[in-house]
């Protein structure tokens, strides 16, 4: 009997908890903890403590699929790749803007560098996105802003350091256990926990104070709390005067937001905004986590803005305990966005619009003129799709017919191409509409590396063979880029990518194989091999041109959608701790799936008795983009007014309901908090 243990890192949310695959004989039997692993020092969830039961599922593809008259047919890698070749190289040469490409949040960052390069260098287009778009877009571009870095300031580990921890817009307790645990250890000490949140999710249940307020205002919460530190003399003066700019602005600004007015809008009580405000800023240090309870709105990046002048305001960015910081979801989704899998960046956050750059990275690639127009995004792809300006897609690892807004119109779009490739490890609901379906190795099956949440990267190493026939992702693009005639994918590993990464990624320049071997990796940026990486940023100086942090005067703005006599209830949508975004492993795994099996909506029990619901009935959920049948879930945990549905589960799908019409006008965010629905019961 061969046993291995193999050190790794979760392929589910971004905290990045790493821990040992068993495995026998080549087959996953569990995980051990890998208790020198300083992101969880051994501890784990439920989702990384059966993150090895999808693994080898008898569903998983195994050898490439090529539709014919309606039928998936298997196929050689030869016949579909070079049917995927000459279809890609066919339309590229009618109009290479025709063509649209989905990375993966899911994929390492080696996949993700091969596939935006393939994009850039191979198609000649920049219309290359990834599911950040519908979790942090807002957060990059909104913290590019106000900080000129878009990521998460602070590590996990210094949220522990915090004497107030403010959550707002984030279950973190179910979606990000383990940097839960931080807030846990910072309460330990005798820190506060304040959570605003339209629930009362587990997170808040162990809070100190709970500020229940109507999805979409955030911005008159954080405008009012702001007037009131004002108002108490509580702001950081020293801080305001060394570290930042247009502090007047936002000064004469949030004067307009009186808590008794705010009240109105928010819901939250005038008192308790001025008692949330005061703790904030009485703190010596105070952690402010957000995750897409923040983001996922029209005005997701004026969110986030907000969320940074709150921190500026009170001195708290740059030292242990302090910062903003996003959450980021998947596993990747911070190192996609590193490696430039975004419409509008080469890898490190190079702006493909500036002409410089461009020519930088022709001579680093050695290839001919990139452009510098920027791309679609997730969301745009989709409506030109339907529209009939995009012809063909190529999908890597994503599952837009579960996860994106308003699934009718995604469907239809799809239908409405030419040519869909779909690379993957199941067939998803998207693969199933795809021409070719490519065989793709899980996260247990290859080498590379993630980057977390925290900007953390590290590897996850091969701990079992793939099934069948399947390959490495980036090693399918690479094999699709050289048969369409590029001689820039001559890779022979992931490492040899990695080498080429931080050839090009400035933040990742100092990060070699022996640095990254440690348990405790390293944190970008990372500019030389003699520098310690940066657990958290902005000690000194802001990433801005001046070094200054930017205040920014925000007004609120209403959601896109609001309640009317037809659709009274706001339809708000998340997460569980479970399930993973479009459940496609989480529901795979026995033991994950036995928890919770499929979708509901919870509702307050005034709103259930007035409509007549009783727990567990039926209900019917619309809105103007579609319906779904689901069952209820009566709970006081829910401000009457507000329901609120999963969005892992495809019978009963949350996203049928959410819009892709109106978009955030920087990040290009859809409205996914914030759906005007009607509820009824089901006879
Ligand atoms: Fe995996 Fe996140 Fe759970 Fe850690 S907290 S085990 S990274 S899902």
Known sequence: MNIQYTPTTCPYCGCGCGFNLVSVDGKLKGVEPWKRNPVNEGKLCPKGNFSYEFVHREDRLTTPLIKKGGEFVEATWDEALDLVASKITEMKEANAEQLAFLSSARCTNEDNYAFQKFVRTVIGTNNVDHCARLCHGPSVAGLAQTFGSGAMTNSLESCAHADVVFLIGTNTLEQYPLMWRRALQAKEKGAKIMVADPRFTPSAKQADLYIPFKSGTDVALLNSMMNVIIAEGLEDKEFIENRTKDFEELKAMVQKYPPEEVEKITGVPADLIKEAAIMYAKADSAALLFSMGITQHTVGTENVMSTSNLAMLTG??????????????????????DMGALPVVYPGYQAVIDEQLGEKMQTSWGCGDLSCAPGLTVVEMMHAAHDGDI???YIMGENPMVSDPDLQHVEAALNNLDFLVVQDIFLTETAALADVVLPAYSWAEKDGTFTSTERRVQYIRKAVDGPGETRDDWEIVSDIATRMGSDLFKFNSAQEIFEEIRSVTPQYAGMNQERLSKPEALHWPCPDEEH???????????????????????????PAETPDEEYPFILTTGRMLFHWHTGSMTRRSKTLDREVPTGFVEINPEDAAKLGIKNKEMVKVKTRRGEIEVPAKVTADIIQGTVFIPFHFAECAANMLTSGDALDPFAKMPELK???????KLE
Not at 317 to 337: E, F, Y
Not at 535 to 549: C, K, S, V, W, Y
């Open 316 to 337: 708290n960015i740059g030292k242990p305990g302090t910062g903003v910081n996003p959450l980021r979801g998947q596993n990747n989704v911070q190192g996609a966005c």
């Open 391 to 393: 012809k063909g897609m």
């Open 532 to 558: 310690p990486g940066t657990p958290i940023l902005h000690a000194e100086r802001f990433a801005t041109p001046d070094g200054l942090g930017v205040f920014k005067a925000i007004e609120f703005k209403p």
């Open 674 to 680: 914030v759906s005007a629905a009607s509820v009824e």
